[in-house]
Nanobody, 120 residues
Framework: QVQLVESGGGLVQPGGSLRLSCVAS????????MGWFRQAPGKEREFVAG????????YYADSVNGRFTIFRDNVKNTLFLQMNRLKPEDTAVYYC?????????????WGQGTQVTVSS
């Protein structure tokens, strides 16, 4: 089993930045695929960014490409999402997701979510 705990959300003005963190504990050595998702009020959860553990390749949703960066600290078992040039439409609860299979979406394990609000 793997436990995930996110942090780093908050209120930020448009154009600002935030860095989200997701600490993995338990059998984190079995993970091969990691990602961030978000869910805005009244909408379905959507993919934001993903990372493959074996080769470090990353990929992004079109809506955040060029503004967000996903990366990890292997030693601290922590996944990050650096969010720059934030927009009001980025407002959502952000979740980290992880999985043991690189051929499936990283949705086997979920964190509890952290709220990001972009508003002036």
């Amino acid at each position: 089993q793997v436990q995930l705990v996110e942090s780093g959300g908050g209120l930020v003005q448009p154009g600002g930045s935030l860095r989200l963190s997701c600490v993995a504990s338990g059998r984190s050595d079995t993970l091969s695929h990691m990602g961030w998702f978000r869910q805005a009020p009244g909408k379905e959860r959507e993919f934001v960014a993903g990372l493959f553990v074996t080769d470090g390749k990353t990929y992004y949703a079109d809506s955040v490409n060029g503004r967000f960066t996903i990366f990890r600290d292997n030693v601290k078992n922590t996944l990050f999402l650096q969010m720059n040039r934030l927009k009001p439409e980025d407002t959502a609860v952000y979740y980290c997701g992880m999985g043991r299979s690189s051929s499936r979406p990283p949705t086997e394990y979920w964190g509890q979510g952290t709220q990001v609000t972009v508003s002036s």
